[in-house]
């Protein structure tokens, strides 16, 4: 049984997606205010995207795909930019700044000024430290175990 998924745009500007066997039955459902709560309230929608699938189960999976991006990804699929839609899968920090100036949707430019970078401070020479001799341990008598004399042996073996 085939499968529908859809993207319809409400009255407010936001985006519904959902997924259905029959487009038509469903777009009338949420005319008439019998769909989704979303659009429900933001009535009147309109279809602005729809993929048919030979299966209802990967329209389903397409939907819960496509509800995951970001409205400027939706409106790159929406527009048939299907080069952008790489691009936008990415952080909003990572776009280049090529790429957003190029959107529909004007970029305003930051008004945040350079931070002004402190130069970098140079260590003063200090003193060399005075060398302390380090503590003599005594060597373990012959035939005992002395779990202290062989912890201080261990720390003295490491710091070398």
């Not at 205010?33 to 030979?54: C, D, I, M, Q, W």
């Not at 380090?134 to 004399?149: F, L, M």
Request: aromatic share 8%; net charge negative.
């Amino acid at each position: 049984m085939k499968g529908f998924l859809y993207i319809l745009e409400c009255s407010d500007g936001s985006y519904y997606t959902g997924s259905t066997k029959e487009l038509e039955l469903r777009l009338a459902q949420h005319q008439a205010g019998e769909g989704a709560n979303h659009t429900k309230k933001r009535l009147p929608v309109k279809l602005v995207y729809y993929e048919e699938f030979s299966r209802i189960d990967e329209a389903f999976y397409r939907e819960k795909q496509v509800q995951g991006w970001s409205r400027k990804k939706k409106e790159a699929l929406i527009g048939n930019r299907p080069e952008d839609l790489p691009l936008l899968s990415k952080n909003h920090t990572q776009y280049p700044k090529d790429f957003m100036i190029s959107m529909k949707d004007e970029v305003p430019e930051p008004s945040v000024s350079e931070p002004s970078v402190p130069e970098p401070s140079v260590p003063e020479p200090s003193a060399p430290e005075p060398s302390v001799p380090e503590p003599s341990v005594p060597e373990p008598v012959e035939g005992t175990t002395n779990k202290i004399q062989n912890n201080l042996k261990e720390l003295r073996y490491e710091k070398q």
